[in-house]
């Protein structure tokens, strides 16, 4: 096996393009042209990103635990005014309300500091916020990423999700309430995405299954007032639901447990890609077997843009469930793949505008089966 730390390997790329723009003669070239210098310059900044992305992802974290961004929303302030107010010694505050304003959170204006539109846009949207505060656990996995993508790391990320390995009895009921907030706090953009692009017309009842505390039920009340609807999760999570008294509760795990018969619909939000193939091809049969002939299935979750990687998806979202050691970002072609074993037919991948946030497939039970 080679070591790829040899340092007596040159770097030879394959193909005829890579190797003309990595030789020396034609970076210099770029250097001097007007028209290649600007591309030249466009790409250069965007290896530079490439390397100092962990270093922005750690500055907004300290802005939003420090809650730097909040105070600016409540209009300019100089540095040293907010490192008073958050215990931080005003030259390192100065520094970090920079890197903000460079990262376009903050603006400057002379030796004052302002929220910008793209801060109070972070500030908006649910769920964010708690989303970074969470990464410190995903930080800690990846902090030799060598060890982790080769499998020799036992990640912090997994033993936050005890329901992904089939969690049974009673759970910690602070992890419980964690995982719930954190769920319901970023489900609810998921559900306004999915509901832009998803029509529920004809739907007369709606199985929600993994719902966490019913964010996307309440959703689908909203603009479905007519459907009759039912949440299924582990006891533990159904109990802190927060719903209309006609929703229907039913706790229980879909690995042990049969699925509540009687809906047309059953909506499957952000739950596929926490699991690994076994898991998900008894659940999607499971889910067959639970729907009447012609009944569907919602699919919504981010997905792996496949033969054409995506930017988010194929970073964010694929390391992430690696980390939690059973789940796999999948691909729209996958998961119809999976829909197709399990005797699913019509499929369809509806239009996404944010695929970061989610994708949608659909898919029917024939209506000629039993």
């Known amino acids: 096996m080679s070591d790829i730390h040899a340092p007596d390997q040159p770097f030879r790329p394959a193909g005829l393009i890579n190797r003309i723009v990595a030789s020396a003669r034609f970076q210099s070239l770029c250097a001097r042209v007007p028209g290649l210098r600007g591309i030249a310059r466009r790409e250069g900044t965007a290896l530079f990103d490439l390397m100092q992305g962990f270093v922005q992802s750690q500055m907004l974290m300290a802005l939003v635990e420090l809650r730097a961004l909040h105070m600016l929303a409540d209009g300019p302030a100089t540095a040293a005014t907010i490192a008073t107010r958050c215990a931080v010694p005003p030259e390192r ?114 199985l929600d ?23 299924f999760d582990l006891p533990d999570v159904v109990a802190q639901a927060t719903l209309p008294a006609d929703i229907t509760r039913h706790g229980g795990s879909f690995r042990s447990d049969p699925l509540p018969q009687g809906a047309d619909t059953i909506s499957l939000v952000r739950v596929l890609y926490d699991h690994s193939d076994d898991t998900v091809r008894a659940l999607l049969a499971n889910v067959f077997a639970a729907l009447p002939p012609g009944g569907r299935v919602l699919i919504i979750e981010p997905m792996s843009g496949g033969v054409r990687p995506d930017p988010q998806t194929d970073v964010y979202f694929s390391v992430y469930t690696l ?48």
Do not use: N
């Open 93 to 206: 505050m100065q520094i970090l309300l920079q890197a903000g304003a460079a990262m376009r959170l903050l603006k400057r204006r002379g030796e004052k500091f302002a929220l910008a539109r793209r801060g109070a846009a972070f500030l908006a949207v649910p769920g964010l916020q708690d989303m970074v505060r969470h990464h410190d656990v995903l930080y800690r996995d990846l902090a030799d990423p060598v060890a982790f993508i080769r499998g020799e790391t036992t990640p912090e990320l997994a033993a936050f999700w005890p329901y992904v390995f089939g969690a049974k009895g009673d759970m910690d009921p602070a992890q419980t309430a964690r995982y719930s907030r954190l769920m319901a706090e970023s489900q609810g953009l998921v559900a306004q995405e999915a509901l832009a692009h998803l029509s529920l017309k004809g739907t007369q009842k709606l």
């Open 209 to 231: 299954v993994g719902g966490g505390t019913g964010v996307f039920l309440r959703a689908v009340r909203t603009r479905y007032p007519q459907i009759e609807l039912a949440l």
């Open 323 to 370: 980390a939690m050691q059973t789940g796999q970002t999948r691909s729209s072609a996958r998961i119809s793949a999976l829909l197709s074993e399990a005797g699913f037919q019509e499929i369809s991948h509806e239009h996404a505008d944010r695929p970061y946030i989610t994708c949608v497939l659909t898919a029917s039970k024939p209506k000629g089966s039993g």
